[in-house]
């Protein structure tokens, strides 16, 4: 019954211990913990060293705990920093079987998709798509890669995801492209570069205006928000 007791306290210990990254359990002196049976209940006064936060996290920054001056958070500010951008699997992006690795970089980066389809798009919307390109010689090949099979749309959000999306991307030329981003690891050819972003916080709204109707973009928020931003 001891030896029980004493193992079911100390997985409990070891359990707050790893929801504790920044507040040792063990150093707060005003904890006790009681076993009884097969239950274990941990009695601690200063709750807040038991969650998964320290103390003064701006998040879950209980009233009746205030000690110190609380940090100010400004939710609305952080929301005018957030940016959209469209990200495209282009024709052999998805032929090549390569779709998972590239939305899973998005992902594993913590940037939040709020649009996904599979799509054959039209010359039209390809055209509309490029328009700035139109001039270049590459154009209507361009639009017969782009229009070859079908595609993978994508919008993603975040702050600064434009620009980071860019970087995840790398060079228009992949065997310019660092090793490390996508263009780098898994294409050789600028006419067949498997993903497209956009270049712009603009062309990011432009561009997910043309490629989604509404209705097909999901507002939603990410169990992990707390873990990504401070
Ligand atoms: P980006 O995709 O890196 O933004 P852009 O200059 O906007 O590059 O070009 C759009 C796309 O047009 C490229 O991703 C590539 O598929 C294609 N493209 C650009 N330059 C050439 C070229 O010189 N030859 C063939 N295709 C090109
Ligand atoms: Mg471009």
Not at 19 to 26: E, I, K, R, Y
């Amino acid at each position: 019954m001891g030896v029980f007791a004493g193992t079911t306290a100390a997985a409990c210990v070891t359990s707050s211990l790893a929801l504790t990254p920044t507040t040792p359990f063990s150093s707060n002196k005003r904890t006790t913990i009681t076993t009884s049976s097969s239950k274990c209940r941990i009695r601690a006064t200063h709750h807040q060293n038991l969650t998964a936060f320290p103390s003064t996290s701006h998040l879950f920054y209980a009233k009746s705990l205030r000690t110190t001056k609380p940090r100010i958070f400004l939710p609305h500010l952080i929301a005018s920093l957030v940016d959209q951008t469209y990200i495209m699997v282009k024709p052999d992006g998805v032929q090549r079987g390569v779709v998972g690795d590239i939305i899973s970089r998005f992902e594993k980066k913590g940037f939040k998709l709020t649009g996904l389809k599979l799509y054959q798009c039209s010359k039209d919307l390809a055209e509309e798509h490029y328009k700035d390109l139109k001039l270049k010689s590459f154009f209507p090949k361009l639009i017969d890669y782009i229009t070859s099979g079908p595609v993978v749309c994508m919008a993603w959000e975040g702050v600064g995801v434009v620009a980071s999306a860019r970087k995840l991307i790398g060079a228009t030329d992949p065997l310019q492209a660092e090793p490390g981003t996508i263009r780098g690891d898994l294409a050789v050819q600028t006419g067949r570069n498997i993903v497209h972003g956009s270049d712009s916080p603009e062309n990011g709204k432009r561009e997910i205006a043309l490629w989604f109707k509404e209705g097909e973009l999901c507002e939603w928020t990410p169990v992990l928000t707390p873990w990504l931003r401070e």
